[in-house]
């Protein structure tokens, strides 16, 4: 299949109400009020162009791909191939090169199983941070158990940094992979990645960076950054749900055995042997899902139409209204201040737990989220069990911040 012709992408001014009437799940009332949607580290929304996109897909296009040379069937291999190409757009890749999978935590395991453990030695070490989500610390354990390897993790500072130092002097020559999250679910935190892909790169070490709270808040340029593997997620980034890809350089993925077998990732099966398809096909066995990469492509067309730089920006400008707030009010504590940080605004409060306070935003239409947010460590690391966390996305405005300023007063008043 050619590559798509690649269409310039002229963003929009930044027209915060015409951007929340692309949502309609934002007109959506919540405990009887209006909705502040401050999850989006969790899942974000879905604009309507994304919707239409998948509605059309299986009103008009829908069959299965590759296997039929009907009218029905020519036209789903089109979308989904054509998704494909959008998709390796928006990351500066090679078509070829990105494989898709079910989301950030399956592109992560498909990398430990197909890449690491065929590499791994006993003794040998994989290098994340403190910082990780857990999908980025749980299949590297997973396969390093099965060789006597291990999973060391860099140190972070009090106010959420990588301890930068300390993470280069754990780079050594029983190091395998360095893996990193672009953006901390949990503190914000925008890791040193170039910085980090450079130093590992100078002793031979590949890396794999976890973008899935990157994509929609930064522009990411995979060959720019000269990273090994990038793994993200569509439905953090205004897209549907359990799709995803990973972006894999060429030569990784030629030398990678596959991992799933079934339909579409062979050349030819004999009761003697199997050959397998060329890449990305050989990583992605059975009935792909159509619709989600139609719907991933058009929420990246969405991003793009707004510009990144522009999300970037009116989120940055939110995060900096959002802490004055927050810090403003008494026996608040917000965990991770970094001096490069996305979005997201985590806290807790002397006077009630996490999840309490959840429920009392809850009552005020204030959506987060409350708990370990998958980063366990974390928790241990600031000692804590729990934080609330606010996450901002594309839509969130000053009056998200608040309504979520004043639910946190109620908070203080009901149990102080
Ligand atoms: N890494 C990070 C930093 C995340 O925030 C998440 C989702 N919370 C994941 C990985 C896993 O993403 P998914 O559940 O979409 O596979």
Same mark, same amino acid.
């Given at each position: 299949m050619n590559a798509a012709v690649p269409r310039p992408v002229i963003p929009l001014p930044f027209d915060l109400e015409r951007i929340r009437a692309d949502f309609p799940i934002l007109a959506e009332p919540v405990r009887g009020g209006r909705l502040a949607y401050l999850d989006n580290g969790a899942t974000t929304q879905k604009p309507e162009s994304v919707l239409r996109a998948m509605d059309h897909y299986y009103r008009h296009q829908n069959s299965n791909v590759h296997r039929a040379v009907h009218d029905l069937a020519e036209r789903a291999t089109t979308a989904y191939e054509a998704a494909r190409d959008r998709i390796a757009r928006f990351f500066g890749a090679a078509r070829e090169e990105i494989v898709f999978t079910r989301g950030t935590t399956e592109a992560i395991n498909l990398v430990a199983y197909s890449y690491l453990l065929p590499r791994l030695k006993a003794g040998d070490e994989i290098l994340v941070t403190g910082m990780e989500h857990h999908s980025n610390i749980v299949p590297w354990q997973l396969v390093a158990a099965q060789i006597g390897a291990r999973v060391v993790a860099a140190p972070v500072t009090d $106010? &959420?940094? %990588?301890?930068f130092d300390a993470w280069r002097g754990m780079l050594n020559d029983r190091t395998r992979l360095v893996a990193v999250g672009h953006? $901390?679910?949990? %503190?914000g935190t925008i890791n040193p990645v170039e910085d980090m892909i450079r130093e590992a790169h100078a002793l031979g070490i590949p890396v794999l960076v976890d973008g899935a709270q990157a994509i929609a808040h930064l522009a990411v340029d995979v060959r720019a950054l000269d990273v090994d593997f990038y793994a993200s997620s569509a439905h953090k980034a205004y897209g549907p749900t359990g799709f995803g890809t990973l972006y894999a350089k060429r030569g990784h993925l030629e030398a990678m055995q596959p991992w799933h077998g079934g339909g579409d990732m062979i050349r030819t099966v004999s009761f003697e042997g199997s050959t397998w398809n060329d890449i990305p096909y050989k990583f992605e066995a059975g009935t792909p899902d159509m619709a989600g990469a139609i719907g991933f492509a058009a929420a990246l067309d969405y991003i793009e139409a707004q510009g990144l730089d522009a999300i970037a920006a009116h989120e940055h400008a939110l995060l900096e209204e959002g802490t004055a707030r927050l810090t403003a009010i008494p026996g608040l504590r917000l965990i991770g201040t970094a001096?490069?940080? &996305?979005g997201i605004l985590s806290f807790v409060m002397d006077c009630a737990h996490p999840q309490d306070i959840g429920t009392i935003l809850d009552q005020s239409g204030v959506a987060v989220r409350t708990g370990h947010h998958c980063t366990m460590p974390l928790m241990q690391r600031f000692g804590i069990p729990a934080t609330v966390r606010a996450s901002l996305g594309i839509y969130n405005g000053s009056d998200d911040l608040a309504q979520l300023e004043a639910a946190l007063h109620k908070v203080n008043r009901l149990f102080t």
């Amino acid at each position: 299949m050619n590559a798509a012709v690649p269409r310039p992408v002229i963003p929009l001014p930044f027209d915060l109400e015409r951007i929340r009437a692309d949502f309609p799940i934002l007109a959506e009332p919540v405990r009887g009020g209006r909705l502040a949607y401050l999850d989006n580290g969790a899942t974000t929304q879905k604009p309507e162009s994304v919707l239409r996109a998948m509605d059309h897909y299986y009103r008009h296009q829908n069959s299965n791909v590759h296997r039929a040379v009907h009218d029905l069937a020519e036209r789903a291999t089109t979308a989904y191939e054509a998704a494909r190409d959008r998709i390796a757009r928006f990351f500066g890749a090679a078509r070829e090169e990105i494989v898709f999978t079910r989301g950030t935590t399956e592109a992560i395991n498909l990398v430990a199983y197909s890449y690491l453990l065929p590499r791994l030695k006993a003794g040998d070490e994989i290098l994340v941070t403190g910082m990780e989500h857990h999908s980025n610390i749980v299949p590297w354990q997973l396969v390093a158990a099965q060789i006597g390897a291990r999973v060391v993790a860099a140190p972070v500072t009090d $106010s &959420g940094e %990588l301890d930068f130092d300390a993470w280069r002097g754990m780079l050594n020559d029983r190091t395998r992979l360095v893996a990193v999250g672009h953006v $901390s679910n949990t %503190l914000g935190t925008i890791n040193p990645v170039e910085d980090m892909i450079r130093e590992a790169h100078a002793l031979g070490i590949p890396v794999l960076v976890d973008g899935a709270q990157a994509i929609a808040h930064l522009a990411v340029d995979v060959r720019a950054l000269d990273v090994d593997f990038y793994a993200s997620s569509a439905h953090k980034a205004y897209g549907p749900t359990g799709f995803g890809t990973l972006y894999a350089k060429r030569g990784h993925l030629e030398a990678m055995q596959p991992w799933h077998g079934g339909g579409d990732m062979i050349r030819t099966v004999s009761f003697e042997g199997s050959t397998w398809n060329d890449i990305p096909y050989k990583f992605e066995a059975g009935t792909p899902d159509m619709a989600g990469a139609i719907g991933f492509a058009a929420a990246l067309d969405y991003i793009e139409a707004q510009g990144l730089d522009a999300i970037a920006a009116h989120e940055h400008a939110l995060l900096e209204e959002g802490t004055a707030r927050l810090t403003a009010i008494p026996g608040l504590r917000l965990i991770g201040t970094a001096r490069r940080k &996305g979005g997201i605004l985590s806290f807790v409060m002397d006077c009630a737990h996490p999840q309490d306070i959840g429920t009392i935003l809850d009552q005020s239409g204030v959506a987060v989220r409350t708990g370990h947010h998958c980063t366990m460590p974390l928790m241990q690391r600031f000692g804590i069990p729990a934080t609330v966390r606010a996450s901002l996305g594309i839509y969130n405005g000053s009056d998200d911040l608040a309504q979520l300023e004043a639910a946190l007063h109620k908070v203080n008043r009901l149990f102080t």
